[in-house]
């Protein structure tokens, strides 16, 4: 599990070209765009096994970038001479899916997959207390919300589907030791007065619309404001602020840190483990609507899964290239 310290945005912008790492070249990268806000934001994992992550300084203006958050995503740092493979990417869709704002995922929260070396990792943001020149103010900060373990071999790839209407998040990933898998990531609703330990969760929750779980969010925290009072006594000083960072900056586990309140358990379920390369995966990608996967190996073929009705996911067709020789004229 990966720790690190957040920049506070805003601070040192500079032009996207003048991004760099002195200490370990970059190995991927991907960029989300948020509509509604009109903000950008890039993510770069570094051959070092650090995520860092921009966002542009001001809507719709992509020559400054501030950062926004870093954080290591290697457990072992590799070896020099030794295979590596990372690989980053946003969640492509515009909003939380509904399950997971029921749960407690805000509205405005950020999803990364990230895959290091051997292991796929899930961050989602959080609010998190941040302490500039003496001043606590609130920002985001992105924790560990679920590990994909199990796989045999390096992984080369990951890609989020689009279309969570669905109700959960379907991850891909593409791996050395010749299989594509599936995963299933949801969000369950824990039952009233029972911990996230436990696990158990809400089996058939009453459905909600995206705009009424936002409406909730909006109406929680403005009750929390009047509840908080303004009295001197209930404030905590800036100089604490700074202390409890210090403490709990770093821990970026789901449950730990300062913003454990908009955190939400995450469980993750194997649905497809497909074999139908044999050999090492390289690629994979979702179409726009989520409904189609593809993968490409060593074989040099183009793979196409779809969705049974039963949840998992099977082959449906395939590309191959053959190489010919042309005829002497």
């Not at 992509?62 to 926004?68: V, W």
């Not at 990417?89 to 749960?103: G, H, K, S, T, W």
């Not at 404001?225 to 700074?242: K, L, T």
């Amino acid at each position: 599990m990966g720790t690190g310290t957040g920049t506070a945005s805003g601070a040192n912008p500079k032009a996207a070209f003048e991004t760099g790492n002195a200490r370990s070249p970059y190995r991927s990268f991907s960029m989300k765009h948020v509509d509604d806000t009109r903000h950008t934001y890039l993510a770069l994992v570094s051959a070092d096994g650090t995520l860092t992550v921009y966002e542009n300084e001001s809507p719709e203006d992509l020559s400054d970038y501030a950062q926004m958050d870093a954080l290591s995503v290697c457990p072992t740092r590799p070896a020099r001479g030794d295979e590596t493979s990372f690989r980053v990417r946003f969640d492509p869709n515009m909003d939380v899916c509904y399950a997971a704002l029921r749960a407690g995922v805000p509205a405005d929260a950020l999803g990364l997959v990230v895959a290091a070396m051997d292991t796929v990792r899930i961050y989602r943001t959080r609010d998190a207390e941040r302490v500039s020149l003496g001043v606590a103010s609130v920002g985001r900060q992105f924790y560990l919300a679920a590990e994909i373990g199990g796989h045999r071999g390096l992984v080369r790839d990951v890609a989020w589907a689009p279309g969570n209407i669905r109700g959960y998040d379907i991850v891909a990933t593409a791996c050395q030791d010749g299989f594509v898998r599936v995963f299933r990531v949801d969000t369950p609703l824990a039952k009233e007065g029972e911990g996230e330990m436990e696990g158990e969760v809400d089996e058939e929750p009453a459905g909600w619309s995206v705009g009424e779980v936002r409406k909730h969010q909006r109406r929680s925290g403005a009750a929390t404001a009047q509840v908080g009072g303004s009295g001197e006594d209930e404030r905590r000083s800036a100089i604490r602020a700074g202390f409890d960072q210090l403490r709990t900056g770093g821990d970026r586990r789901a449950g730990g840190g300062p913003g454990a309140a908009t955190q939400a358990r995450h469980v993750v379920t194997e649905i497809s483990r497909l074999d139908s390369h044999r050999t090492p995966v390289w690629r994979v990608g979702f179409d726009d609507d989520g409904q189609i996967l593809g993968s490409v190996g060593d074989e040099g073929k183009l793979l196409c899964y779809r969705q049974t009705p039963d949840g998992t996911w099977a082959k449906s067709s395939q590309l191959g290239m053959v190489k010919m020789r042309m005829a002497a004229p």
